[in-house]
């Protein structure tokens, strides 16, 4: 994550759990999202080979996928793609509070040092790296996003600067009613959430609003989980440029990575192409019902079969799984699901 200043005189906006019997109360009583390993042993249901590994390519979208000596599907790596989807424990992802959905996946998602192309699985980097990101159990992707969901308890760096824990959306909007897809108002991003200042690589500079230190909207998020933790570069503006654009639309469009649905102004029919960690894309504004508004992390199909995404969302007042004003899922006919139009992989 690199080194940052600490905020001066700033509390956090919840209160740090001391033990972790009062954690575990905590999350009982809010149906916190949480994840946990098969069987409580992390590999207890999945073994890393030591090698005898086979590739094979595959189409639409152009990649390579890794099997194990035994038939074993090891990891996806797409061209042109810096993510890697491994492999690893089976883990559960719920949010009680919100959703009787649960999504029970063995992906591990993690960012590569470039971008995938064919035949790198030849190379020096690739068979020194490999094994070692099988046998990774650090929070990839997946499980950084969910630090901030609910119930989320702080975590600290070195220096005293809050990098995860429960986020909020924004602060109120004057006049709104709670029902109104503008109620709690956007514009946070990831730095208003840390309440510090943040130097992007072309020398602009931005610096947090107080009033919207915890708070995080959607493509912020985004930005929070793919660029702050798990190091994604990022630019400040909407325009092209190196890495994570600002807002929802410019990383449908001009986000780094692999479209993999293009926007028709219809739901996509098929989502066999998804795989967990991809962004999700949406037009949701009723007044503006064309346009990309917002966006989200996909996580893969829950427990009745239906692909569920995870986001920050304004009348969920931060990042969810749930159903609140709103199913979490891409397909059927709900709000999120009707509103749905591409996809890409970073």
């Known amino acids: 994550m690199g080194t940052h200043p600490t905020p001066t005189g700033r509390p956090s906006r919840r209160q740090i759990l001391a033990c972790a019997a009062g954690l575990a109360s905590a999350g009982a009583l809010s149906g916190y999202a949480w994840h946990h390993f098969r ?68 992906a591990w998602v993690r960012l590569m040092g470039g971008a995938w192309s064919q035949g790198k699985e030849r190379t020096r980097w690739f068979r020194e790296w490999f094994p070692k990101a099988l046998a990774d159990r650090s929070p990839d992707a997946l499980a950084v996003a969910f630090q901030y969901g609910d119930g989320a308890h702080d975590l600290r760096n070195s220096s005293g600067l809050r990098y995860a824990g429960k986020a909020h959306f924004g602060p109120l909007v004057p006049g709104q009613s709670p ?38 909207d959607c493509s912020g998020f985004v930005r929070l989980v793919w660029g702050y933790r798990m190091g994604y570069p990022m630019h400040a503006t909407n325009s092209p440029g190196i890495g994570l654009p600002r807002r929802a639309y410019a990383l449908a469009t001009r986000a780094p990575g692999v479209l993999l649905f293009p926007n028709t102004g219809r739901p996509p029919a098929d989502f066999s192409q998804l795989l967990p960690g991809d962004l999700v894309f949406f037009a949701i504004d009723i007044g503006r019902p064309h346009g990309i508004d917002h966006c989200g992390i996909y996580l893969g199909p829950d427990t009745d079969g239906r692909p569920r995404f995870y986001s920050s969302r304004s ?7 749930g159903d609140w004003a709103g199913r979490a899922t891409l397909d059927g006919d709900g709000f999120y699901a009707q509103g749905f139009r591409m996809a890409r992989r970073l």
């Open 39 to 106: 069987g409580g042993v992390p590999g207890s249901d999945f073994s890393v080979p030591a090698g005898g590994y086979r590739f094979e390519r595959r189409a639409a979208p152009a990649r390579t996928v890794v099997r194990a000596a035994d038939d074993r599907v090891l990891a996806t790596f797409t061209d042109g793609a810096r993510t890697a989807v491994l492999t690893g424990p089976t883990r559960t992802w719920s949010e009680p509070r919100t959703t009787g959905a649960v999504v029970r996946g063995d």
């Open 179 to 216: 029902t109104s897809f503008h109620y709690r108002d956007e514009k946070s991003d990831f730095y208003d959430y840390l309440g510090t200042p943040w130097t992007f690589p072309d020398g602009t500079r931005k610096s947090p609003e107080k009033d919207r230190y915890g708070d995080v």
């Open 315 to 321: 009348r969920a007042n931060g990042p969810t799984m």
